[in-house]
């Protein structure tokens, strides 16, 4: 069986090095010795286990790309980039064939459906690529539908805490909003509660030191109107394997897919968990 050729955009950020050091151990998988970076990056290329990867600024990025794909033949990116290159990296894949997996949060998210579903390329886009986290959100929608405002009246609080690196506030924690407000509470996504300080995180939240530099804790708190009813959800990462592992689950579907002859079609992670 032939391996699925890969290009992790965003290296040498944290987790597209964690996803292309998964990407090498996989025997189903090759990882493609080259990868988009942003302007600020001055290193030419990276190591990942035994693999050199060469690193293409935005300005050689299509002369790159071309010759590329003259040698390697089709292939998946995985983005991991920053979200202000979300939309602009997503037109980029679209105009050049490129099927991706978007794992970078923030842009507008709409147009970046948008951009898909007007080309002939396909994606899978996800705000957390953490399979149980994503099927926990799943029995959130699942409320949402069937209960509609069991909880009105109800008071919510989401804090959320990811390494200081970490650019935008979370995809998930911001997804959480649609369900409760379905749920019957009023939120938006101004009065999620952010934490980057690793003293605050160290301190405050308990965070161990070991991860203070990749983790993401995420606490949802409801309290009824008197005050006499409490519940709280909480999902706490420590690491950042577990959506490295999703990535991969993510690329293997979107091969199939690619396989099955999909065009202008976007995927998401309850899609891969169905498997359908």
Not at 29 to 37: D, E, N
Not at 94 to 111: A, I, Q, S, Y
Request: charged share 25%; hydrophobic share 40%; aromatic share 8%.
């Amino acid at each position: 069986m032939d391996r699925i050729k890969v290009m992790v955009n965003g290296l040498p950020g944290n987790m597209a090095v964690k996803a292309a050091e998964h990407i090498v151990q996989a025997d189903d998988m090759k990882l493609v010795p080259h990868a988009l970076t942003g302007p600020e990056i001055t290193a030419k290329d990276v190591q990942i286990a035994s693999e050199t990867v060469r690193l293409i600024r935005p300005e050689s990025r299509q002369q790159m790309i071309e010759s590329i794909k003259k040698t390697e033949g089709n292939f998946v990116c995985v983005d991991y980039t920053h979200p202000n290159a979300v939309n602009d990296n997503a037109s980029f894949y679209c105009e050049n064939g490129l099927p991706f997996v978007m794992g970078t949060t923030g842009g507008d998210r709409k147009l970046l459906v948008d951009t898909v579903r007007g080309s002939e390329n396909c994606a899978v886009i996800a705000p957390n690529m953490a399979k149980q986290i994503v099927a926990f959100q799943a029995m959130m929608e699942y409320a949402a539908n069937n209960f509609p405002g069991v909880f009105k009246g109800y008071s919510l609080e989401i804090k959320e805490s990811h390494q200081r690196g970490k650019a935008d506030t979370s995809g998930t924690a911001k997804a959480m909003i649609g369900y409760f407000n379905r749920l019957g509470i009023p939120f938006a996504k101004e009065e999620i509660i952010m934490e980057r300080d690793p003293e605050a995180q160290r301190t405050k939240w308990g965070i161990p030191e070991a991860y203070l530099t990749g983790h993401g804790w995420h606490t949802y708190t409801l309290r009824s109107e008197d005050g006499t009813v409490f519940f709280q959800f909480t999902h706490n990462v420590n690491g950042r394997d577990i959506y490295a592992k999703g990535t991969l689950d993510a690329i293997r579907y979107l091969a199939k897919k690619i396989d099955q002859g999909a065009k202008g079609e976007v995927f998401t992670m309850i899609d891969v968990l169905k498997g359908v």
